[in-house]
């Protein structure tokens, strides 16, 4: 068991090394899932406004880098950037709304 955890520990620290903003990104982006879900459950205000916030962030980081130092699949990557942007500003639209 100690060599699983140790193994996806040695990942975790060659991937931030590769790519360290791509590794910000999807730290994002799973801390926006999991902000997006307690918000599913608790219907507070604050973590649908954190995780939409985060949503935002990540989409436009990921929007940067792709313009600064385009990668292999840059056009899907840019689309689902821009999925994602739309997606959570038309959340933040309707929070605004709504209040």
């Given at each position: 068991?100690?060599?699983?955890?140790?193994?996806?520990?040695?990942?975790?620290?060659?991937?931030?090394?590769?790519?360290?903003?791509?590794?910000?990104?999807?730290?994002?982006?799973?801390?926006?899932?999991?902000?997006?879900?307690?918000?599913?459950i608790?219907?507070?205000?604050?973590?649908?406004?954190?995780?939409?916030?985060?949503?935002?962030g990540?989409?436009?980081?990921?929007?940067?880098r792709?313009?600064?130092?385009?990668?292999?699949?840059?056009?899907?990557?840019?689309?689902?950037?821009?999925?994602?942007?739309?997606?959570?500003?038309?959340?933040?639209?309707?929070?605004?709304?709504?209040?």
């Amino acid at each position: 068991m100690t060599m699983r955890w140790h193994f996806w520990l040695n990942s975790l620290i060659l991937s931030f090394q590769h790519n360290p903003p791509r590794f910000v990104e999807l730290l994002m982006l799973f801390l926006a899932i999991a902000m997006l879900t307690v918000a599913t459950i608790l219907p507070d205000r604050p973590y649908l406004i954190l995780g939409l916030s985060l949503v935002i962030g990540s989409s436009v980081s990921i929007l940067v880098r792709e313009a600064i130092v385009p990668s292999p699949q840059t056009r899907i990557t840019q689309v689902t950037a821009l999925i994602l942007l739309f997606i959570s500003l038309y959340g933040f639209a309707d929070l605004i709304n709504t209040l």
